[in-house]
């Protein structure tokens, strides 16, 4: 389901599918959108997982600022995303095909996550 929050100042998009835990974030590489996790999500993450794949910034229907892409802003961003969809409140794992947006880079919000080739 394609849904719009505001955050950090910005609106993201982000499509929100019904599962399971642990919630899955899908965050797309650098040219890529919400939908770029589309293939994997149909094939079986959803409705076994909740899956939540955004447009980060500056990407697809979320906001395109002139300035604001540091880490710290996307991670804001996605800090926000976990609180307003109540990811925050239980098991969450990310999933990303960007080395770019390793585990190591996103300390306040890492539990778990993992890397994916796409």
């Not at 998009?13 to 919400?34: F, V």
């Not at 979320?62 to 802003?73: E, I, M, N, T, V």
């Not at 239980?90 to 796409?118: E, Y």
Request: proline share 7%; with cysteine.
């Amino acid at each position: 389901m394609d849904k719009i929050i505001n955050v950090n100042n910005i609106t993201l998009h982000y499509l929100d599918r019904p599962g399971g835990e642990p919630t899955l974030i899908l965050l797309h590489g650098l040219t890529a959108n919400a939908h770029a996790f589309d293939g994997i999500v149909q094939a079986g993450l959803s409705p076994r997982f909740r899956t939540l794949s955004v447009d980060l910034r500056g990407r697809g229907q979320s906001d395109k600022p002139a300035s604001g892409y540091s880490l710290a802003d996307h991670a804001g961003d996605i800090l926000g995303l976990m609180e307003t969809t109540r990811a925050s409140s239980g098991p969450c794992w990310w999933a990303t095909p960007s080395a770019g947006c390793s585990r190591s880079s996103w300390p306040p919000i890492t539990r778990s996550g993992w890397t994916v080739s796409c």
